[in-house]
Every structure is written in structure tokens, then in C-alpha cells.
């Protein structure tokens, strides 16, 4: 089962939250733990897991030859992301806005183009003491796109058919945030109850229209704003499966590298209620 | 000599734009005829490459020089690379037909 906690907006608590759903679940499940947030991954500052795995994370430029090519221009023409440009007979590579496709490659006539494994950043596995299985990916910094090792990471390692694994998912509600859903079988948002935290809600809701996989809200500092973010709940027939209250020694908490759990022991039974509900609702259920 | 000016709207009386990927409209004038032609440009809504495939354009339209407020690298050096001049505003809103006397009467 794959659940991914993801959220819009930044800094409403999505690693809180994976974290210390990862954490209850890892007594009595076989428990994995994937930090999908490749630009600023986060979750080992908490989990501590000793790696014991590296690899490169790699996207697929392509390379010309320019002996074979023959300037036609089927490339440039098939690039959707202006990666490729037809320049004085011969064709320009623009390495840090391919994405990776292959369209090029597929199209070419001639066949002159190969496609290079460029390393973007790198995977780490590794387990911690709770027997969580860990592993996350890493953009190298200056490399402008995080979704192709995102793909890679979810293909990497196989976590076996009867493991839960958490994605926590990058913030926002572009591309890498779609690529941490897809696949996914159920979808935590954690949000604040401030017009912020609804605005950026929305966005994500309205990819889960398009991905159709079932959803429930976090509502993190409950308390402050006001309570607008329950009457979306309402009207979009979104369960809210967990309120975490507004506290700054939870905060504080974080801050210095706690967890959830380790600073509020007694939310362990709440986040096995929360799986509960999570597969009950998978199962056919109403949450 | 051909050359292509970014420009607000879609005529040669109109006030040039700044940028150059994603400039509304993009006016081919020939200097020596003072003929123009307007295009639409159609990557102002690309969310990446959008001065690649302006400089793609501007390649095909085979002019020799084009003029915007500024260039960002990739197109800079797409233009380069086809041995295209990339020049920038002598002076901030003036009209297409000003920029294309400009370079009419400045030839490099």
C-alpha cells in the first residue's frame, strides 16, 4: 500500500506527519519509508537511517551524431520542451531542459541519436533502528529538474507487495509533486486552516481529480486562521481523518529534530487510527 | 537587411516589449524596404525553452539581426551559434518602426 502525504503548500508538516505515521506503523508492519522531496529531503534528519546503498540518479540526454544527422529538424520539432534548437545545419542540445523523454530518440529518421545517462543527483537506502526501510533521492544542486529521479526512485529498490510505504512528497503542485502521486493508492493532504493553506489545497485536489485515487485531510495547527479549509472538507466530501493542535512546544520540538511521536507519545494510537481508517477506506469503507 | 524586433502588439506602430521569449508579438521588417510582417509569438506560454524556440523562429525566418530588451543565455547563444546579432534597445518604448530606422541608419 502506498500512501502519500503530500500538501501544496510548504511548511504545513507533511514530514511530521510521514514520519510519525512511519514510525507507528513500523511495530507491526513491514514498513517502508520513500522521501520523494528531492530538492530538500528531510525525512533522515528524523528517522536517522544508516545508509547502506548509493547510487546515481541519472536522466537520458540525448547525444548526436553528427555524421548520420541530417538537419532535418524532426527532433527540434518533436521536443516539447525546447531542449533541441536546429542551428546553421546542425542541432543544439540544451541539456538542463530535457526532460528525459526519448521523443528525439523515438523520432529520429536516421537513428543518430543515442541517449547518455547524465548522473542529476543520486538514491540512498538505508534502514533504521525501528526496521524502517529508508531511502530517498537527491537533486544535486544546480540541476534544475527533480522528476526524473523521483520516477527512478519509485523503481528502484521494489518494496514487496505487502509493505505500507509513505511518500512524502514534495511541496507545490507541479510536476515532481504529480509524479510522487502517481502510483500512489491513497493521498494524505496535511494542510494549516489559513487562506495559504486552503489556496494551495485546492491545487492539489485538483490533480487528484485528475490521478482519482481517494484522499483525506490533515489539518495541522488547528486553531489559528479560520474555518474555511473544513467547509471545503465539507463541500468536497474530503474526510478530515486528524486535527493537530496549534503548539509551540511541538513546534520547538521539530525544530530541534524531534518527532511527532517521540514528543507526544500518545499520538502513536491516533496515527494507528488513522491507518484504520486509511484502509478501511481502501477496502470499501467510509472514513 | 532583415531583422526581427519583440513587440507589444502585432503592428509597426506599436511600442517594442522587452523581453525576448515571450514578447507578445514578433515584427520581421526588412530595413531597405521598410516592409514588416507580424507573427504571434507562440511561446509565450511555454513554461521552459521559451527563448530556444524564439531563437529557433528567429533562425528560420532567416534574419540576421534581432532586437529585444534583453537575451536570456540559451538564447543567447542559440543566436550565436547561427551567427545572428542580438542587439538590445538603444533607448526604453519606442516604436518598432523607430527601433527598425535605428538600425537602418546604425548599420553594423
Given at each position: 500500500m502506498n500512501i502519500?502525504?503530500?500538501?501544496?503548500?510548504?511548511?504545513?508538516?507533511?514530514?511530521?506527519?510521514?514520519?510519525?505515521?512511519?514510525?507507528?506503523?513500523?511495530?507491526?508492519?513491514?514498513?517502508?519509508?520513500?522521501?520523494?522531496?528531492?530538492?530538500?529531503?528531510?525525512?533522515?534528519?528524523?528517522?536517522?537511517?544508516?545508509?547502506?546503498?548509493?547510487?546515481?540518479?541519472?536522466?537520458?540526454?540525448?547525444?548526436?551524431?553528427?555524421?548520420?544527422?541530417?538537419?532535418?529538424?524532426?527532433?527540434?520539432?518533436?521536443?516539447?520542451?525546447?531542449?533541441?534548437?536546429?542551428?546553421?545545419?546542425?542541432?543544439?542540445?540544451?541539456?538542463?531542459?530535457?526532460?528525459?523523454?526519448?521523443?528525439?530518440?523515438?523520432?529520429?529518421?536516421?537513428?543518430?541519436?543515442?541517449?547518455?545517462?547524465?548522473?542529476?543527483?543520486?538514491?540512498?537506502?538505508?534502514?533504521?533502528?525501528?526496521?524502517?526501510?529508508?531511502?530517498?533521492?537527491?537533486?544535486?544542486?544546480?540541476?534544475?529538474?527533480?522528476?526524473?529521479?523521483?520516477?527512478?526512485?519509485?523503481?528502484?529498490?521494489?518494496?514487496?507487495?505487502?509493505?505500507?510505504?509513505?511518500?512524502?512528497?514534495?511541496?507545490?503542485?507541479?510536476?515532481?509533486?504529480?509524479?510522487?502521486?502517481?502510483?500512489?493508492?491513497?493521498?494524505?493532504?496535511?494542510t494549516e486552516p489559513t487562506p495559504f493553506g486552503l489556496h494551495d489545497l485546492k491545487q492539489i485536489v485538483g490533480i487528484l481529480e485528475e490521478i482519482k485515487i481517494p484522499a483525506g485531510i490533515i489539518v495541522n495547527r488547528d486553531g489559528i486562521g479560520n474555518d474555511a479549509v473544513d467547509q471545503f472538507a465539507i463541500e468536497n466530501k474530503i474526510p478530515i481523518m486528524m486535527r493537530i493542535p496549534y503548539d509551540k512546544s511541538l513546534a520547538a520540538g521539530i525544530a530541534s529534530g524531534r518527532t511527532l511521536l517521540d514528543i507526544m507519545p500518545e499520538y502513536r494510537q491516533k496515527f494507528l487510527a488513522l491507518f484504520a481508517d486509511i484502509s478501511s477506506v481502501l477496502n470499501g469503507g467510509a472514513a | 537587411m532583415i531583422v526581427i524586433i519583440t513587440a507589444q502588439e502585432g503592428t509597426i506602430d506599436s511600442i517594442v516589449n522587452e523581453r525576448f521569449g515571450r514578447a507578445p508579438y514578433l515584427i520581421k521588417v526588412d530595413t531597405d524596404s521598410m516592409n514588416w510582417e507580424a507573427f504571434k509569438n507562440a511561446s509565450i506560454h511555454h513554461a521552459h525553452g521559451a527563448g530556444i524556440a524564439t531563437a529557433q523562429f528567429v533562425i528560420d525566418q532567416k534574419a540576421e539581426l534581432v532586437m529585444s530588451g534583453d537575451f536570456g543565455p540559451n538564447a543567447a547563444n542559440t543566436l550565436n551559434t547561427a551567427g545572428i546579432i542580438a542587439q538590445i534597445f538603444p533607448q526604453k518604448n519606442m516604436t518598432v518602426k523607430e527601433a527598425a530606422e535605428y538600425l537602418k541608419d546604425n548599420k553594423r
Open positions: 502519500v502525504v503530500c500538501s501544496g503548500k510548504g511548511g504545513t508538516g507533511k514530514t511530521t506527519i510521514a514520519t510519525s505515521l512511519a514510525l507507528s506503523l513500523a511495530e507491526a508492519q513491514h514498513t517502508w519509508y520513500m522521501d520523494c522531496d528531492v530538492e530538500a529531503p528531510n525525512g533522515h534528519i528524523f528517522l536517522h537511517p544508516v545508509m547502506t546503498q548509493k547510487t546515481d540518479a541519472v536522466i537520458q540526454i540525448p547525444h548526436i551524431d553528427s555524421n548520420t544527422c541530417t538537419a532535418c529538424g524532426r527532433c527540434v520539432e518533436v521536443c516539447q520542451f525546447h531542449a533541441l534548437a536546429l542551428v546553421a545545419n546542425k542541432v543544439m542540445v540544451f541539456p538542463q531542459l530535457c526532460h528525459g523523454c526519448g521523443s528525439c530518440t523515438w523520432n529520429c529518421p536516421e537513428g543518430a541519436i543515442t541517449e547518455m545517462p547524465t548522473p542529476i543527483g543520486s538514491l540512498e537506502y538505508g534502514v533504521t533502528k525501528e526496521s524502517i526501510h529508508f531511502e530517498h533521492g537527491m537533486l544535486t544542486i544546480s540541476e534544475p529538474m527533480g522528476t526524473p529521479i523521483i520516477r527512478q526512485l519509485k523503481k528502484w529498490k521494489g518494496t514487496g507487495k505487502n509493505a505500507i510505504v509513505v511518500r512524502d512528497s514534495p511541496p507545490g503542485a507541479s510536476c515532481p509533486v504529480v509524479a510522487t502521486l502517481l502510483g500512489g493508492d491513497f493521498a494524505l493532504l496535511v | -
